[in-house]
């Protein structure tokens, strides 16, 4: 069974930056796609940012664009969401997802994955 694990949330204040993990566990998988998604209180879950498995293309939502960085380490099947100049705005529960072997067509529609961490808390004072 497929599990992914993430680390690295926490609190910080305006400006800061954090750096969550996000390890994948479980026997043999393949993944088309990996996304980070975020839910604040009230609100949605809402897309973050996504990347190609085996070719390493990222896409990102405007909000965070030029501010975080997602990146893949296949060999020690993690992916990493860089978070930098982080905004109140930010604050929420952060996800990891895992899209299968095939791809579904969307990489920033929470639907189109299979594999779901249990999410990390961020939270960003003003």
């Known amino acids: 069974q497929v599990q992914l694990v993430e680390s690295g949330g926490g609190l910080v204040q305006g400006g800061a930056s954090l750096r969550l993990s996000c390890a994948a566990s479980?026997?043999?998988?393949?993944?088309?796609?990996m996304g980070w998604f975020r839910q604040a209180p009230g609100k949605e879950r809402e897309f973050v940012a996504a990347?190609?498995?085996?070719?390493?293309?990222?896409y990102y939502a405007d909000s965070v664009k030029g501010r975080f960085t997602i990146s893949i380490d296949n060999a020690k099947n993690t992916v990493y969401l860089q978070m930098n100049s982080l905004q109140p705005e930010d604050t929420a529960v952060y996800y990891c997802?895992?899209?299968?072997?095939?791809?579904?067509?969307?990489?920033?529609?929470?639907?189109?994955?299979?594999?779901w961490g249990q999410g990390t808390q961020v939270t960003v004072s003003s």
């Open positions: 990347i190609r498995w085996s070719r390493g293309s990222t």
């Open positions: 479980g026997g043999t998988f393949s993944f088309s796609f």
């Open positions: 997802a895992g899209q299968g072997q095939y791809y579904r067509g969307s990489y920033d529609s929470a639907p189109a994955y299979d594999y």
